[in-house]
């Protein structure tokens, strides 16, 4: 009977925020991972302001009834996928933001802030907010906190945890608590935020974030395109250019199917540079005043390791080759279904990831088109289900998990990491105790229970059921 009394309360503390609407639970049951749940969540709440997440907290902990906090649902790990008889509290709505300081370099805002519509607002300020997930047009500042999301520059600028100074949650029973500080530097007690940061939904719900900004600089960029024989080589390339202490703005890395697929796909698209046989594509961004004595050490050092490097001769060129980067999804995309996966090694160990992935393509017989942040040694290999292989909609084959396993252990063997950027979810928990171990684990489980001693927030992700 808790569901009924539960749903009564909701409705008169959140009033129309409250939806049971069929159709409207069923866009919970997915997110972009395409990981699809026959689960059908009992509610949600589409938040508008802290008091009603609040509210929804406290009457699902009365109740003890699951909630599963979801962003704009672009994750890629089914974090945010509305589990049996949970309460979605959908925060998009919550999209405001509440303040821009200069002086400090830091702004306040709601979690539901669409990643680019911040950057919009912080434009005319001279302000940027590092983290860029390729994601950035769809996905919320909230959502890219609760994954401590990645994106192209954070080899240089760093992932999301490394721009935030604060936040306001809301814990399991609906306290609000406040973490960190509006200072550059703050050390008072535990560093819950960088806790909470990547914590996917799983410890509380973040309603208000304080975020580190950076000066934008009046510097041009400049952008190297380069071709290489073997992705091998490319990786080589990449690993050489840190290694050297060189910090390029970009570094990625589109092996030779990526560079065939996002050929196909922009085929149409007028000024677009082409990819076609080449066996693997590095795009180079220096930036700030030294961005082109850095860009020539960069050039050399793609010659020595056997590129074929061309500088962009202006900024716009320069932007079309970043265009032909981040068109890689969708590219895939048209291939087939995909799992886009996520590991990272460390750098100098790229040339071997890239190896093994060839090895495991050909021994699953899968397409693994994968693109790379090289810069940071994180990859995105994208298992491409091949058409009529049988399996249920919204599930992956079992030969896909197979070779994506086999792409997990090599990466932690190599001394890497299970994910770079996208999270646990649900998709990768299996693996969780593999790279923690089972002491890390347990403290983890525990630290999971202080939080949360119902357990009742996002219920069976990241931790498999104990
Ligand atoms: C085309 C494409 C490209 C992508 N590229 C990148 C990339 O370059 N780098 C990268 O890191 N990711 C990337 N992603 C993945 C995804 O966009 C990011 O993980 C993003 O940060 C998720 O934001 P969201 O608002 O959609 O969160 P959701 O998908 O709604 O939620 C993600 C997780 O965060 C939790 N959550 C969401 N909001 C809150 C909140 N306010 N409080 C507590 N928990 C919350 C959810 O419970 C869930 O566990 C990409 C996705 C797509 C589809």
Redesign the pocket.
């Known amino acids: 009977m808790a569901a009924p009394h539960a749903l009564k309360a909701l409705a008169d503390e959140v009033g129309p925020a409250l939806t049971t609407d069929p159709a409207a639970l069923a866009a919970y049951r997915t997110?972009?991972s395409g990981w699809t749940t026959d689960e059908v969540p009992l509610a949600a709440v589409r938040a508008r302001d802290t008091a009603d997440v609040q509210a929804t907290m406290r009457i699902a902990s009365e109740h003890g009834l699951p909630v599963?906090?979801?962003?704009?649902?672009?994750?890629?790990a089914g974090?945010?996928v509305g589990t049996a008889g949970s309460i979605v509290v959908d925060?998009a709505r919550m999209d405001r933001v509440l303040e821009i300081h200069a002086a400090d370099e830091l702004a306040v805002v709601q979690?539901g802030v669409v990643t680019d519509d911040l950057a919009a607002a912080l434009a005319p300020h001279g302000l940027w907010w590092p983290p860029d997930?390729?994601?950035r047009a769809i996905?919320?500042v909230?959502?890219?906190i609760?994954?401590n999301?990645?994106?192209l520059l954070c080899a240089k600028y760093g992932v999301t945890r490394e721009s935030v100074l604060g936040l306001a949650v809301v814990l399991a029973d609906g306290t609000l608590i406040r973490t960190g500080h509006r200072t550059v530097k703050g050390v008072t007690g535990y560093d819950l935020t960088a806790l909470l940061i990547g914590s996917?939904?799983t410890l509380?719900?973040?309603v208000e974030a304080t975020l580190k900004l950076r000066r934008r600089s009046t510097d041009p960029v400049v952008t190297i395109g380069a071709g290489f024989p073997t992705v091998v080589d490319a990786a080589g390339a990449a690993a050489a250019i840190t290694a050297s202490g060189l910090r390029p703005a970009a570094l990625e890395l589109l092996d030779a199917a990526s560079c065939a697929a996002i050929d196909a796909y922009l085929a149409d698209v007028p000024d677009m540079p082409s990819l076609a046989g080449r066996g693997a594509f590095l795009l180079v961004q220096t930036d700030g005043p030294a961005a082109l004595a850095e860009s020539r050490a960069a050039l050399a050092l793609i010659e020595a390791a056997g590129g074929v490097a061309e500088l962009a001769p202006d900024e716009a060129a320069g932007e079309r080759l970043l265009q032909v980067r981040r068109s890689a999804?969708p590219a895939y995309a048209r291939l087939g279904e995909v799992l886009i996966e996520d590991v990272a090694v460390p750098r100098t160990r790229l040339p071997a990831m890239f190896a093994a992935i060839e090895r495991i393509s050909a021994t699953y017989g899968l397409p693994i088109p994968t693109v790379a942040h090289a810069g940071d040694g994180n990859l995105h290999p994208n298992l491409v289900i091949p058409p009529g292989l049988p399996h249920e909609p919204g599930t992956y084959p079992d030969v896909v998990w197979a070779a994506a396993e086999e792409l997990f252990r090599t990466a932690i063997e190599l001394g890497g990491t299970l994910t770079g950027?996208?999270?646990v979810?649900v998709l990768k928990r299996r693996w969780l105790e593999d790279e923690l171990g089972p002491e890390v684990t347990a403290l983890s489980r525990r630290i999971k229970a202080a939080f949360d001693p119902q357990g009742i927030l996002?219920p069976g992700?990241v931790f498999l059921a104990s």
């Not at 599963?68 to 890629?76: D, F, Q």
């Open positions: 997110d972009r599963v906090p979801r962003g704009a649902g672009t994750g890629l974090g945010a925060v979690p997930p390729a994601s996905s919320t909230g959502g890219n609760a994954t999301a990645g994106g996917e939904g509380g719900i973040v999804h950027e996208h999270g979810g996002n992700k």
